[in-house]
């Protein structure tokens, strides 16, 4: 994983690339980071031929114990299309809770969860 040190530094956002075989296959991020109120937003990319091959569960795993431990967080969302079924079932088996009283606005079809640290 390879930390944009710029965005971090500007606490901000951390942009980690995967990499696979030499090959960028993707990326995971942690962003709209405030340390002041212990939050951040998550996402994440992979290109469609490492789709549903764990990578992203294996990384997700790294990336928050990054964000409950080292930078302190007590909040991190994700924002999901409703038809991304992998994506929510990689959401649900890390405990990130659905939000159905909240909207993404400008994005109706998105969902929201959040997993808070303990």
Not at 10 to 31: A, C, D, M, T
Not at 59 to 86: C, P, R, S, W
Request: aromatic share 14%; charged share 30%.
């Amino acid at each position: 994983m390879v930390i944009c040190d710029k965005l971090y530094k500007e606490e901000n956002r951390i942009f980690w690339l995967l990499q696979y075989k030499n090959e960028i296959i993707g990326n995971i991020v942690l962003h709209r980071i405030s340390l002041k109120n212990n939050f951040a937003e998550i996402g994440y990319k992979l290109k469609p031929a490492f789709q549903q091959k764990g990578f992203i569960s294996e990384v997700l795993k790294e990336v928050l114990k990054f964000g409950f431990q080292k930078i302190k967080l007590k909040t991190i969302e994700a924002f999901t299309h409703k038809d991304n079924t992998a994506s929510i079932v990689l959401l649900e088996r890390y405990n990130f809770v659905f939000q159905p009283e909240r909207t993404d606005k400008g994005f109706e079809h998105n969902r929201i969860f959040k997993l808070e640290d303990n």
